[in-house]
């Protein structure tokens, strides 16, 4: 499963407007350290007794990691390959790729390829930077940037190097008197400036030090900088090279409100400058006045525009939390006949799996089948499924369960901060996937503590852990900030610690979303509002970029010039594929960015036309076949007319092509409630 305006007097890229501010900047076990006014969504102390009641245990083999001390490890990253595995790998800090080499690091601006099926743009190392260095490693991170220091022999620090998301910046900062090796020979274009060519692009390096008459030698004093970037096809060296101020850290603020969610990163510099960001398209789309001017790059995702900005902002539609669907305006026959399905998928309920992913599922099945009871009035169905549900739930929640069991368990893992389920499942043991896992988890969770607060005493403990695993923020000991939630591309990472050439990739989109919405109901059953928050903006957030990089994505960008679906099932640092990790079938590329299907899914609406080609050629008109369930919903997004006929299907579609998380009642349900 995994798998605007530019304001030259503040230097202020504004996208949207900012409704209220919570700042979340990473705390000593999340990355760069953080504002210690902000305590953070868990405090330690109220997290820490339950901590100590579970196993401490690392269920799955913890690789080599390039960490300093006292950094939480960063699973789940855009960068996690650097941190991870006996040799770093590229990453994709947008519109650039990046590697470490045995020496130093090298870079480049990737050249984008299109083909029916995939979208590349995979590491172009096209300038190499030797800096004399041994080893390197990552010493500091926050939500769009890494800090990398490289040793030398001695185990002194020749230097470090920044990257961060956004910015078309490789800046390096000497921290002694040394010579960097240049693998291109850069030339003189102005003070300070000087220039190389590689292949179709100009790079430019804008330094404090003094480059060799033959262009291949940097010497730097100490504290000198240095910072490398791609100009632009249609800017031009000198303009880029005014505002290329080397980054040294990014601040996030976000916020959320009644119709929509802000995202706010804040580029600092050394003085507070001006410096270069890049723009994606999901956040283009809250431009109201004409784009950046210094030109733009290509990339995987579509067209980036360059701006000279301190902070870019921008906002994306809320989405409101929800466990419920709305059957008020059902008549009596529907209602009936809805009752009677339900019965039937309360009494065929199969035993629960053991581990975290199928095991979540099941538990979220039940508590739509609640749900359902609840909305028709079934009392004697409630009972039975919210006994078994409550059941399930204190056996999941039961912090010293794995001391003596293998499975329905949480172990904490003080190598890898987090909560692993003993039962792995997805590599969720190498922390792959944990929202997804826990989504389920904490959308059960909060339908069954709503109605029952004895309930809800008991299993907060734990729930509030899971909780925890993915959404920490502040200075926090046990947890990473935000573990995989990138802010910049507005989206989730699956992969724990990223062993691939491309970078991370993400898969399940809907199951993302599906796993803020959780949180958020869960925040609110919890009455913890910083949570709320944090959670309904990412859940706003993931379910924007969901649409504008899987399901509904601008066909007019150039970078789809040639390829010939509607969607993309996987996307990657460095690719996009019309691929999964599990099949190769249609049905399964379009059904992956559905399930599961929750309340909030409505999000995936659209333009009719788009939502009829997608379903048509993942179906070929024939719903028999796996997600069969979720393509009749998502076809039920088309307008009424489509709705009536997904119903007339839905009623007669085989159990088997139900997926295990759903049931016939709830999907039945849910496209009545779509007519």
Request: aromatic share 8%; proline share 5%.
């Amino acid at each position: 499963m995994n798998s605007s305006t530019l304001s030259r007097a503040t230097g202020i890229l504004t996208i949207g407007v900012i409704v209220s501010v919570v700042a979340a900047c990473s705390g000593p076990a999340g990355g760069t350290g953080g504002d210690s006014s902000h305590a953070g969504v868990f405090s330690d102390s109220a997290i820490g007794a339950t901590i100590a009641k579970l196993p401490q245990k690392s269920v799955g083999e913890v690789p080599v990691t390039r960490l300093a001390h006292g950094l939480a490890p960063p699973t789940n990253r855009w960068f996690s390959g650097l941190v991870f595995g006996k040799h770093p790998l590229p990453v994709f800090p947008l519109p650039l790729s990046f590697g470490l080499t045995d020496t130093g690091f090298t870079f480049g601006l990737p050249e984008v390829t299109t083909t029916p099926n995939t979208i590349t743009g995979g590491n172009a190392p096209s300038v190499t930077i030797d800096a004399g260095a041994r080893t390197s490693e990552i010493t500091a991170y926050d939500d769009a940037s890494v800090t990398i220091a490289h040793k030398t022999n001695s185990g002194s620090t020749a230097g470090s190097t920044v990257i961060a998301e956004g910015s078309p910046l490789v800046s390096f900062t000497a921290a002694k008197k040394l010579t960097l090796k240049l693998g291109q020979k850069f030339s003189p274009v102005g003070t300070g400036i000087y220039s190389a060519r590689v292949g179709k692009t100009t790079y430019g390096l804008r330094t404090t030090g003094s480059v060799s008459k033959d262009g291949t030698g940097l010497s730097l004093a100490d504290g000198a900088t240095a910072a490398w970037f791609p100009v632009p096809l249609d800017g031009t060296l000198a303009a880029v090279a005014a505002h290329a101020v080397p980054v040294t850290a990014v601040k996030l603020d976000y916020a959320s409100g009644r119709t929509t969610a802000s995202t706010t990163l804040g580029y600092s510099t050394a003085h507070d400058d001006d410096t270069l960001i890049a723009t994606l398209p999901h956040q283009q789309k809250s431009m109201t006045t004409p784009p950046c001017s210094l030109g733009s790059y290509p990339s995987i995702y579509g067209t980036m525009h360059l701006c000279a900005a301190k902070t870019l902002s921008w906002t994306s539609p809320t989405v409101a939390a929800s466990d419920t669907l709305e059957l008020g305006s059902l008549d009596a026959a529907q209602k009936a006949s809805l009752a009677s399905t339900l019965a039937q998928d309360v009494a065929q309920t199969a035993a629960l799996p053991s581990d975290t992913y199928f095991g979540g599922k099941a538990l979220y099945r039940l508590a739509n089948l609640l749900m359902l009871a609840d909305q028709l009035g079934d009392t004697a169905a409630a009972k039975t499924v919210g006994t078994k549900l409550s059941d399930a739930l204190r056996e999941w929640t039961d912090p010293t369960r794995c001391k003596s069991n293998a499975e329905r368990c949480f172990v904490y893992d003080a190598k890898t901060k987090g909560i692993v389920g003993l039962t792995p499942s997805f590599g969720s043991d190498q922390f792959n996937d944990h929202n997804f896992h826990y989504g389920y988890f904490l959308y059960a969770a909060s339908v069954a503590a709503s109605h029952d607060t004895a309930l809800r005493t008991e299993i907060s403990p734990v729930m509030n852990l899971l909780a925890a695993d993915l959404a920490s923020s502040g200075d926090s000991k046990y947890f990473p900030d935000r573990r995989g939630f990138d802010a910049y591309s507005g989206h989730s990472w699956a992969s724990g610690y990223s062993p691939f050439a491309d970078g991370n990739n993400l898969e399940s989109s809907s199951e993302a979303v599906n796993a803020w919405n959780g949180l958020a109901l869960w925040s609110s059953v919890s009455d913890n509002s910083a949570l709320k928050k944090e959670a309904s903006w990412m859940l706003a957030s993931e379910a924007a970029s969901a649409r504008s990089y899987w399901t509904d994505f601008d066909t007019s960008d150039p970078v789809y010039a040639n390829y010939q679906h509607s969607v993309v099932a996987l996307n990657w640092g460095g690719k996009r594929d019309y691929s999964t990790w599990f099949s190769a079938d249609a049905n399964a590329k379009l059904g992956i960015q559905l399930i599961p299907m929750s309340p909030v899914s409505g999000y995936l609406g659209g333009e009719s036309t788009r939502i009829a080609k997608s379903v048509g050629e993942a179906t070929l008109g024939d719903y028999n076949k796996q997600f069969g369930d979720y393509l009749l919903m998502y076809a039920a997004l088309g307008g009424a007319d489509q709705a009536k006929a997904a119903l007339a299907t839905a009623r007669d579609l085989p159990e088997k092509f139900i997926d295990d998380g759903n049931s016939r009642s709830y999907l039945l349900a849910w496209i009545m409630t779509r007519r």
